[in-house]
């Protein structure tokens, strides 16, 4: 049945709204970021830096880059399918994705389908662990993810070309320019990711059926400095995506899911003084079309238009003091076949300071509070501080509120939708230890989380389903992230680990959430020795319960899964690699859900050029 | 086989109280397999995971089978959400409706005897009639049509309206054109004179459909009203009661000479021939995770109420008497809808 289906899909793929960030960028450096409060005001969290020679051994997909270089655990329907993350034990809707300083999670679902994020057109993706409602707004209560384009004034011109070619017909490829001076900075970029993903099952008969998909996205970042105070930045992304969703079962109907999303941003810096002031204008378009059957022409749809206004002004209180306030305003346009037409209007006022109480002790406070036409939501803050004890140890803390905010699917869905509904909240303390010796970098951090209101879909008595505030949750964990790099002569070896422990409780029966592991490993080694350069992914996803009693009938077996590619570069001064990666090298047989199973042993082909 | 021995087991213990608890009775109901005497419970499992099962309770509620599909057919899935079931002779026939299957078993034995795929469009509900199988098809609002003892698709009508719960009286086919809430007719096909197709517009909210004594019963419940149709099957004509304070009904099921119904989480009887809707509840349950009617049923005198505990674990399935008296409880597959009387 259609609604039925159409909302089961709902629910799977799952809530949420977009704030975003704030804060002082400091002088213009020559690389400008897009997201300072990210710089500014985490000093008391963890976060994990991507670079770009990380993503670019990663396969093109958000899911596939987070899976081996994070502790996040991902629920993959199937290879490229609908994917979600579950971040220090939270659920797909408490991990916010982050487009340069924006929350761009789907304003329907509550959440990003981190299969349709492509990552190497970014500079730079962070990963930020822990409570981050007062700067990214709703669901930034498991972590955030952060998408970077970054703007370099200095001259240069640069031309790149990325070609990924590999079983199953898979095809990635990106174009990328860039052009700046000291005046004006150009940044674009297109991609391209396709393929039939028809892999045969390892130990079991039959192929992957109805996988294939494609994607494009034009990713562009132009900054301009009108004089030495004032500059003026857009950035604006357009992805363009069709899935088929991949069969279950030998005779379901074949169905297929597209996606357009656009999403534009306009930044005006001044330096006034000892303050910055940023004026942003941000649009971001979410549209969908699900076909139900896709041998006949029908198919359902929805979309969301968001308006988001934002002043965000930095005053520099003393060369010890920082204060930040952020006024912004939020206007979401709903359409759809199955939500109507609704308009939801969110102001919000976020203060932020920082201080630092002597060389070694600094902390940061912030809080903010929304109003909204549709729902009450509570102030929300975060309190933070860091001691060097010495050179070697860092210790951090930092305890937040958070919240997430019913989707417009929640809301308004038709002859389900709850307009009662209040926020998700949640209440969150940390304590990080960063260690550093010399190659050596160690943050071991633990973590308890106590979220109640979760927002979930049930079918009633009255013979529908609906969203209601019901389950409370409480979770600890720790983690630890490990980096170690070397270079000798013409040698250059690195390492980095994470390691997750998950105990994410229910508190209705203090049984583990279902799809969370107790724990997650992920490693990677690579060696360059002159022009060549090999690499060895890891990673280890512990078993997970299905139900949500623990039935031992049900749980999911834990997996191992590595990838090793090698490459040479050709050129003396610029980039012109050839390479090889083997990914599932043991032909591990797995599933990421239950019937959802994963490709084995693979092989793609590259090409980088950078000229 | 640890399993068989448990089975083996279990069937004579079940011989041994069924002969045992009819000391006076004349008729000898000699069990023919180890599913008969009892109660089937469908599982639907969680849409887009091949997880649907069968459950079974003996009639005397001593007796208790998990997944007897998966058991009795090596582990072999039954298919995409298990929608509904239907009897024709010694068969069962189970509608998977994303998995677009009807797996035929020995309702007895619960052995796998076919597979039938062929144009099923997410097929919902199905019926036997005069030696053929009649299924409804939510994607292509049809009926697709088997026959019922080899299989071989026949044919198909359209009914291009939603086509869900499908009955037979006086030889037509009656099939309920709505489901969630939408939807206010009837459909009736006849078959003897070339499926010739007539509607029937009953209220909004069409939701369950029975057939008793010739009469086709249906119960429509919407946010401002329950009503209750009955149809005359010879005239196709209906007439109908209302409640306006009792709203939103769902849930019928006859059971000998009552129409029991639920509203919220309230069980209610009335007589077949009531005139007006009984608006005092037999019994109220406690609603603890607001599924606790995702299946009902009541199978001779006994209320069977299965709680779909959100498709996140075991459902919860219990029996009542009429009173509300708790009789069992059984913690049975991911999302138990329906009940099914095997004997």
């Not at chain 1, 500079?123 to 703007?151: P, Q, R």
């Not at chain 1, 899935?243 to 996606?259: I, P, V």
């Not at chain 2, 069962?92 to 677009?100: M, P, Q, R």
């Amino acid at each position: 049945m259609t609604a039925k289906k159409l909302l089961l899909l709902s629910i799977v793929l799952s809530c949420q709204f977009i704030l975003a960030q704030n804060k002082v960028a400091i002088p213009l450096n020559e690389v400008v970021v897009s997201d300072n409060q990210l710089k500014n005001f985490s000093s008391s969290q963890s976060v994990q830096k991507l670079n770009d020679s990380i993503i670019s051994k990663n396969q093109s997909s958000l899911t596939s880059l987070l899976n081996y270089t994070t502790a996040i655990y991902f629920k993959e329907n199937g290879l490229g399918m609908v994917s979600s993350p579950s971040f220090r034990g939270t659920t797909s809707q408490q991990t916010v994705v982050v487009w340069n300083g924006i929350n761009i999670n789907s304003q329907l679902l509550g959440q990003t389908d981190f299969n349709t994020v492509s990552t190497r057109e970014f500079n730079s993706i962070d990963v930020k662990a822990g409570g981050g409602s007062v700067v990214y707004g709703s669901g930034a209560i498991g972590g955030t993810i952060h998408l970077n384009n970054e703007l370099k004034f200095a001259d240069t011109f640069k031309n790149s070309l990325q070609v990924y070619y590999g079983d199953f017909n898979s095809l990635s490829a990106i174009y990328g320019l860039t052009a700046a001076t000291n005046k004006w900075s150009a940044n674009a970029s297109f991609t391209r990711n396709s393929s039939d993903n028809d892999f045969k099952f390892i130990g079991k008969e039959g192929r992957n059926t109805n996988g294939q998909y494609y994607n494009n996205s034009l990713n562009t970042a132009l900054g301009y400095k009108l004089n030495a105070k004032n500059s003026i930045k857009f950035y604006s992304q357009i992805y363009d995506g069709e899935r088929h969703f991949s069969l279950t079962s030998l005779y379901a109907t074949k169905t297929k899911y597209e996606d357009y999303n656009s999403r534009n941003l306009l930044t005006w810096t001044s330096f006034i003084g000892k303050s910055v002031s940023n004026v942003k204008l941000a649009f971001i378009t979410e549209h969908y079309k699900y076909f139900e059957d896709i041998e006949s022409k029908g198919f359902s749809s929805g979309g969301v238009k968001s308006l988001i206004a934002k002043y965000d002004f930095a005053y520099q209180l003393s060369p010890k003091m920082n204060l930040n306030a952020i006024l912004d305003y939020t206007k979401n346009k709903g359409l759809g076949s199955g939500i109507g037409e609704n308009t939801r209007e969110i102001g919000g006022l976020s203060m932020l300071f920082q201080q630092s109480l002597s060389q070694d002790w600094n902390y940061e406070i912030s809080a903010r509070k929304e109003v909204s036409d549709v729902y009450k939501s509570p102030v929300v803050f975060s309190a933070g501080s860091t001691y060097d004890f010495s050179e070697i140890y860092r210790l951090k803390f930092n305890f937040s509120r958070n919240y997430r905010i019913p989707t417009f699917n929640d809301l308004y869905w038709q002859g389900s939708g709850n307009p009662d509904l209040k926020p998700e909240n949640s209440y969150q303390a940390e304590v990080g230890n960063q260690f550093r010796y010399r190659d050596f970098r160690l943050n071991a951090t633990v973590y308890a989380t106590k979220i109640d209101d979760m927002i979930r879909w049930l079918p009633n008595n009255f013979g529908n389903w609906s969203p209601v505030n019901t389950d409370k949750v409480s979770i600890y964990g720790a983690e630890a992230l490990l980096g170690w790099n070397k270079k000798w002569a013409a040698h250059f070896v690195d390492f980095n680990g994470t390691y997750a422990y998950t105990v994410s409780l229910d508190d209705k029966n203090d049984k583990q959430l279902f799809y969370v592991p107790y724990h997650k490993i992920t490693a990677s080694s690579s060696y360059s020795y002159k022009k060549w350069n090999a690499y060895y992914q890891f990673m280890f996803t512990g078993e997970v319960f299905t139900t949500s009693d623990n039935n031992p009938k049900y749980i999911l077996s834990d997996y191992t899964v590595s990838n090793f590619g090698m490459d040479y570069n050709f050129s003396q001064k610029n980039v012109c690699k050839i390479g090889f990666k083997i990914a599932n090298l043991w032909n591990e047989k797995y599933e990421a859900l239950p019937s959802r199973i994963m490709p084995g042993r693979n092989l793609t082909l590259y090409l980088n050029l950078n000229y | 086989m640890k399993l068989k021995h448990v089975f083996l087991g279990i069937f004579a213990s079940a011989l041994l109280l069924a002969s045992c608890s009819n000391d006076d009775a004349v008729e000898k109901d000699v069990p023919l397999g180890a599913y008969d005497n009892g109660v089937l419970i469908l599982n639907e499992g969680n849409f887009g995971t091949p997880n649907a099962s069968v459950s079974y309770i003996s009639n005397d509620l001593t007796v208790f089978m998990e997944d007897v599909f998966g058991t009795e057919n090596n582990a072999k899935e039954l298919g995409d959400v298990g929608q509904s079931l239907s009897f024709y002779e010694d068969k069962a026939f189970i509608v998977l409706n994303a998995s677009n299957v009807v797996q035929v078993v020995d309702r007895y034995t619960f052995k796998s005897l076919a597979t039938i795929t062929e144009n099923l469009k997410n097929p919902r509900y199905s019926v036997v009639l005069d030696g053929k199988l009649y299924v409804t098809n939510s994607i292509s609002k049809a009926v697709t049509i088997y026959d019922a003892k080899t299989y071989a698709y026949l044919g198909t009508i359209a009914i291009n309206k939603t086509a869900e719960r499908i009955v037979t009286a006086n030889g037509k086919l009656y099939i309920m054109n709505g489901a969630y809430g939408s939807g206010n007719t009837v459909t009736v096909v006849n078959p003897q004179s070339n499926n010739a197709m007539s509607v029937i517009t009953v209220e909004s909210g069409v939701n369950s459909i029975e057939e008793k004594n010739g009469y086709v019963y249906v119960l429509c419940g919407n946010s401002t009203k329950s009503k209750l149709f009955k149809i005359d099957t010879k005239t196709d004509t209906a007439t109908s009661i209302e409640s306006t304070t009792l709203k939103k009904a769902l849930n019928m099921d006859i059971d000998g000479d009552k129409i029991y119904y639920t509203q919220g989480t309230g069980v209610y009887a009335m007589a077949l021939n009531a005139t007006t809707f009984s608006e005092t509840p037999l019994f109220s349950v406690k609603d603890n995770s607001w599924s606790t009617f995702y299946g009902f049923g009541v199978i001779d005198g006994k209320i069977y109420s299965a709680d779909a505990n959100g498709f996140t674990g075991a459902g919860i399935v219990k029996v009542l008497s009429a009173t509300g008296t708790e009789l069992k409880t059984l913690a049975v597959g991911m999302g138990p809808n329906g009940f099914y009387s095997n004997n």
